[in-house]
């Protein structure tokens, strides 16, 4: 400080500071700028302490969402993988249901002369060398082997002609197929007719068995005791 301020506050310090009055509203001054400096120490720490808290709540929201965001991710995945495993699977189910239905629509054979494989659908009458691709992977497994016209031994019913016969009439004296078997004998004097099963091969199903197998424990015909047991 210069000139008349300087002037003023030495006189101020030598003059009136020393004195009772000037004492006493020095210890005033004092005394009111303690709070100040106090409430303004409080509010730097409360503003401190709100920034402090606002910072926490957001980092702490931040890891929450992020970990909301993780668990939600991962609950994805596991749905999307169950529904991409169900897929697989009813794909798989659908694919061995088609195979299974092709498997009883579809009959395997060998041709006697030429001893290809072939495969015949007896509900179209079909007959084809490739393989029908409804069968997917799968197979109709053993085929059966046909014999030739003077050694196939096939007893067709005497009812309808069409069937195998399975059934043999003591009283008719007849063969019959089952279903005609069972008509024919249903009532009347025919009911009381004591029939016996006719043994039928168990490889081919349409040829008369005429050998048994004691290791099998089964009777085949002659073609396809031969063609299993060679």
Known sequence: LRDDDARL????????????AGKKVAKDLKSQAAPRRADSHIRDAVMAIQRQYRGWTTRDEFLRKRQQDQVDKAAAAEVAAAMLLQRMIRGFRGRKEAAAKAKSMWEKYVDDESGREYWYNPRTGKATWTKPSTLGVDDIGNPVKMPDEKNAYIAYCTSCGIQTGTTFCLSCREIQCTDCNRIMHAKGRRH???SMQTEVCVQCEFQVGTRFCHTCKDTYCDTCFTDQHS
């Open 9 to 20: 506050v030495r006189m101020v310090q030598e003059f009136i500071l020393p004195t009772a």
């Open 192 to 194: 009381d007719h004591v």
